[in-house]
């Protein structure tokens, strides 16, 4: 069930364009022609770019009444992902972020809000601490029976992206079933055995948004991703994102279909621009399609504290010195959902429209080492 889950929402992340058939688009939409597109092409997939054929449709760098060249020439394609991070991040370090239960474990002795993980399903030897522990089928079966407190929001420890996330909304004890989000009922003991439980699953507590998100986003849970540098100096926040789920989506990852993303204003959280789509369907939108409700314009709740939050707890990563954050805006204040190791270029860029190789970005990669010899942008 897993690895099929897993694999289903694996091909469904930015699936490929139809090149061919861009192409024709692009020559529809802009008059540009094939040759000037392969061309153009040819030229972004050099370092640092690295841009791929489908990044360039993606985000519409075939438009040149939206884009000169000199502003192609900052988009970076998430292949340069790898090897930034490998730069630019103590590998030694990784697992503090990207271990969710390390992670979370660490933060909480700094004092900081994250979700409460009522169980780990794992199958190997690992101490997970105080935090209940299953370690077979049949005892994850006797915690849903028996312990769990519904609904329960499952996902790999180590996994990325909500790749395999389950939403549990409860359990029915007359027909032995799990009630999945979305509908779907499966007998208990049959997802308990199909669950890959190795590199350990943690069950949560189901986050409840902000009061003043509900009317915006219904009742699912959204994430404000807070990308930051560790560079010489105090620990920066250089880009955010909101990342605004559609009310029948488990997750407000950006691959699901519906969902949204929003460029924030760093000094006051201020929703600047909004949009849904990629490619030949990328738009930008002002209202939520589904509860029709501006989403361009708000402020978001608790964004002074939500800043000071990742500036501080930053610092306990500070070998990590490209980092992200996923912070839910809750009832009680920001709740810490995950730290990342670096960060997709792919949602900063479609929700500002605009490369992420800045002058400041491009500073810091210069003092990382990451070019072999000083590198000097096109303006802007």
């Known amino acids: ?49 690295l841009l791929t054929a489908q990044d360039y449709y993606y985000f519409q760098l075939y438009d040149d009444s939206r884009y000169g060249i000199e502003h192609k020439q900052r988009f970076l394609s998430d292949q340069a992902h790898w090897g930034i991070i490998t730069q630019c991040c103590d590998r030694s370090w990784w697992a503090l972020a990207d271990d969710k239960h390390f992670s979370y474990t660490l933060l909480e002795t700094f004092g900081a809000a994250t979700p409460k993980t009522q169980c780990v399903f794992s199958s190997g030897t690992r101490n997970y601490g105080a935090v209940s522990t299953c370690r077979s089928a049949e005892e994850l079966a006797a915690f849903f029976r028996d312990d769990a407190s519904f609904p329960i929001f499952a996902k790999p420890n180590g996994g990325v992206g909500s790749f395999g996330v389950f939403l549990i909304e409860g359990y029915d004890s007359d027909t032995e079933e799990i009630g999945l989000f979305g509908g779907d009922c499966v007998p208990l003991d049959s997802f308990c055995q199909q669950i890959e439980g190795g590199d350990g699953y943690l069950l949560q507590d189901v986050l409840k948004p902000h009061p003043e998100l509900v009317p915006v986003c219904g009742e699912r849970i959204s994430t404000v ?15 955010s994102v909101w990342k605004i789920p559609a009310p029948d989506s488990i997750a407000d990852n950006f691959w699901r279909e519906g ?72 009832p009680q204040g920001p709740v810490v959902v995950e730290v990342n190791t670096g960060s997709s270029f792919m949602l900063s860029q479609l929700a500002t429209g605009e490369g992420f190789l800045t002058d400041r970005f491009c500073a810091f990669l210069e003092n990382c080492g990451y070019f072999r010899k000083p590198r000097s942008l096109p303006a802007t």
């Open 1 to 49: 069930m897993v690895k099929q889950k897993f694999q289903s929402d694996l091909d469904t992340y930015k699936p490929e364009l139809n090149l061919a058939q861009c192409m024709r688009n692009a020559v529809a939409k802009t008059g540009k022609s094939y040759l000037s597109q392969g061309r153009e092409i040819v030229k972004l997939m050099r370092k640092p770019s």
């Open 225 to 239: 991703r807070v990308i930051m540098l560790l560079d010489q100096s105090s620990p920066e926040i250089i880009q």
């Open 259 to 330: 969902n949204m993303l929003g460029a924030i204003d760093l000094e006051t959280g201020k929703v600047t621009r909004v949009v849904s789509g990629y490619g030949f369907d990328l738009r930008e939108i002002e209202t939520h399609p589904n509860t029709e409700k501006a989403i361009k314009g708000m402020t978001l709740p608790y964004w002074p504290e939500l800043k000071a939050m990742c500036l501080e707890y930053s610092r306990v990563f500070e070998k990590i010195r490209y980092l992200s954050w996923d912070i839910a805006l809750c």
